[in-house]
């Protein structure tokens, strides 16, 4: 499954021991309290009503649903012989921008829209240098994102990513710009400059998807997953790459004009 991922050094967490005559007082206080709420429960039997979120709370998770709702139906997934990804709908002529690392080699595809009707596709073209690459679908003409200008991005900006990880398609993401600027390495002699870091996770088949802010804007391509190699090369949870959106408009629009 398309994913690419990245190596960053990270120091581990060192978590010390309890000493064993505290943990033998916490544990009776434990007991002692769990003794004393199980008879209240069975002498007081009621159903917990709803818990009421905090003021705002409601409406922000709201926006939330909002957001997926309008974004969802842009965002497919590619497949090939070898590959699973996601890719964003650039234009109404059915041209997807994804990673050329979702693509490979291949010249047919299979793009699954969110409603899960599926479309043949074939190539337009590959920019190698910067990951990324735009085939074309005929058949259904779902809206194409709205991309947003990715230089007025601030760190902070909440996040959704959405994609297809690991083939569950339409899945969702969420969490904050971390950085902006990053330059890094994807390996194979690519590198990619100013990519946006995030906290939204980003997992083996989102690479190809859309990173989104509030507005429902496409702020970037999520591609990369950093990897601690203190935790035996795992995933650095929490620590993901996206190609800047402009990066991406870009490089899209040279790919469309002239493959």
């Known amino acids: 499954m398309a994913c690419r991922q990245t190596t960053t050094r990270l120091r581990a967490r060192t978590i010390g021991r309890v000493p064993k005559l505290a943990t033998a007082l916490v544990l009776a206080a434990v007991a002692a309290l769990a003794a004393g709420c199980g008879s209240s429960q069975s002498d007081n039997a009621t159903s917990a009503g709803p818990v009421v979120p905090p003021s705002g709370t409601s409406s922000l998770q709201q926006h939330f649903v ?61 920019d190698a240098g910067k990951d990324l690459a735009v085939i074309r679908f005929t058949g259904g003409r779902p ?22 990880p690991l083939g569950l398609r339409s899945s969702v993401t969420q969490g904050i710009v971390s950085a902006v600027g990053r330059n890094v390495s994807e390996g194979g ?18 690479s190809g998807g859309a990173l989104v802010d509030l507005s429902g804007r496409v702020i970037g391509i999520p591609t990369l997953a950093a990897l601690d190699p203190q935790m035996g090369s795992g995933e650095a949870p929490g620590i993901g790459f996206a190609i800047a959106g402009n990066t991406v408009r870009q490089a899209a629009d040279a790919l469309v004009a002239s493959g």
């Open 143 to 164: 809206q194409p994102a709205t991309f947003a200008n990715s230089s007025q991005v601030q760190v902070g900006d909440i996040v959704l990513a959405l994609g297809n």
């Open 66 to 126: 909002n957001v997926v709702k309008a974004v969802s139906p842009s965002v497919v997934q590619i497949q090939t012989s070898r590959t699973l990804g996601s890719g964003v709908v650039f234009d109404s002529r059915g041209d997807v921008v994804t990673n050329a690392h979702v693509v490979d080699n291949a010249t047919q595809f299979v793009v699954t829209l969110a409603s899960g009707e599926t479309h043949p596709a074939t190539i337009v073209g590959r």
């Open 189 to 206: 002699g690519v590198a990619l400059s100013s990519v946006i870091q995030t906290s939204a996770e980003i997992n083996p088949g989102n």
